[in-house]
C-alpha cells in the first residue's frame, strides 16, 4: 500500500510541475477563466487539482497539434514553411555548390601560376629563356 501511495505522490509532483512550465510558458491570449498568477497559485496549493484545472479549463486547446514542446505560434502567424535543417534548404545547398565552384576556379588558378612561376624559375636557371603568351590547356 505504501509503494501506491508514493507512486501516487510522485504521479501527483509530475504533473504539478508540468502544468506549472505549461502555465508559465503560455501567451496571455492562451490562458482563459483567470489571470495567470491564480492559476499558479492553485497549481502550487491544491497541485493535484489545480493541475487538472489548468489542463482541463485554463489553457485554450491547440488546434495545429503543437503540445507543450511546441512554438506556440499559430499557424497564421508562422508565415511559410521553411525547412528544419540548412541541409533541406535548395537555396542553402545551391549557395554552397556555387561558392565551392568558385573557390574551386580560384584554387586551379593559384596553382596554375605557381606551376608557371615554378616553370619559369627552372628555365632560367638552366639558361632557356622563359615562354611567352599562353600555355596550351591540358
Avoid: N
Wanted: charged residues 35%.
Amino acid at each position: 500500500m505504501a509503494r501506491l501511495y508514493i507512486l501516487l505522490f510522485v504521479v501527483q509532483v509530475v504533473l504539478a510541475v508540468c502544468a506549472l512550465i505549461s502555465c508559465l510558458s503560455a501567451e496571455e491570449d492562451d490562458i482563459r477563466h483567470l489571470p495567470r498568477i491564480a492559476w499558479v497559485l492553485m497549481i502550487l496549493f491544491a497541485p493535484l487539482i489545480g493541475s487538472i484545472a489548468w489542463f482541463v479549463a485554463g489553457r485554450k486547446r491547440r488546434t495545429d497539434g503543437g503540445g507543450m514542446w511546441s512554438t506556440g505560434a499559430r499557424p497564421a502567424e508562422r508565415g511559410p514553411q521553411r525547412p528544419l535543417a540548412p541541409d533541406d534548404d535548395p537555396e542553402f545547398l545551391r549557395s554552397i555548390e556555387e561558392r565551392s565552384r568558385k573557390e574551386d576556379q580560384q584554387l586551379f588558378q593559384r596553382w596554375e601560376e605557381d606551376l608557371r612561376r615554378r616553370e619559369d624559375d627552372l628555365r632560367r636557371r638552366e639558361g632557356d629563356p622563359p615562354r611567352e603568351g599562353p600555355r596550351p590547356e591540358v
